[in-house]
């Protein structure tokens, strides 16, 4: 099963350029989320959605947009990179009654200079 | 403010041993806790939750207890192994509120031989 997969694992931006980070799961679920972590603090949730065509925002979702064409795929968009956004970013999902227990994707490392 | 901490940013156990590693919130509308591990490069995974209800929850080695008057819970892992050694975060949610988490920052525990 491949679960909740993420690409790239690795990228390095230029502060203003612009990139999508792309997440899929084979689960059928219908929730899913962006988080980032950073050093000395927990995953902060940025976006997330309850199902197709629904989005909403998080605890921190200034710079980021999303959209939920498809129960499989969460893509994430950085307008404008900024060094700020250097991070490592998490997707999970989760199904069911159980909404809390979510599945992780390895996460995209990410630097902006 | 950091609704849920975890103030040992590492713990070092011997093989063998029992490992507590613990947790404290000061949201009183929290009502459900889980415990996530997570191993470099790779995403959290669910380790074990537990629901305010109760104040003790068993998965084999792993056992959570919850102090509800003193805003705690910790986990205990006996006897520690040394596949144990990861980050592990405590996160808590208010039931059925749009399924956001809470993460605290995680603690290191490592296992000595």
């Known amino acids: 099963n491949a679960g909740v997969t993420q690409t790239p694992k690795f990228q390095v931006l230029k502060t203003g350029q612009s990139m999508t980070l792309q997440c899929a799961q084979d689960m059928n679920h219908e929730y899913m989320s962006w988080y980032r972590q950073d050093p000395g603090m927990g995953l902060r949730l940025i976006h997330y959605s309850v199902g197709a065509g629904i989005t909403d925002q998080g605890e921190v979702p200034n710079g980021y947009n999303v959209s939920r064409s498809t129960t499989e795929d969460f893509p994430l968009r950085l307008l404008s990179a900024a060094p700020s956004q250097t991070s490592v970013y998490f997707c999970?999902?989760?199904?069911?009654?159980?909404?809390?227990?979510?599945?992780f994707g390895a996460g995209t490392r990410l630097s902006v200079l | 403010d950091q609704q849920v901490k975890q103030n040992s940013p590492s713990l070092s156990v011997q093989e063998g041993r029992i490992s507590i590693l613990n947790c404290d919130y000061t949201n009183s509308m929290f009502d459900y806790f889980l415990w996530y591990k997570k191993y470099p490069a790779e995403g959290p995974t669910f380790l074990i939750s537990?629901?305010?209800i109760k104040d003790k929850n068993e998965d084999g080695r792993f056992t959570v207890f919850l102090n509800k008057s003193a805003k705690h819970l910790s986990l205990h892992i006996v006897p520690s192994q040394p596949g144990d050694s990861a980050v592990y975060f405590c996160?808590?949610?208010?039931?059925?509120?749009?399924?956001?988490?809470?993460w605290g920052a995680g603690t290191k525990l490592i296992i000595k031989p």
């Open positions: 999970a999902s989760s199904y069911g009654t159980a909404k809390n227990i979510q599945y």
């Open positions: 537990i629901s305010s």
């Open positions: 996160a808590a949610s208010v039931l059925d509120s749009n399924y956001q988490l809470i």
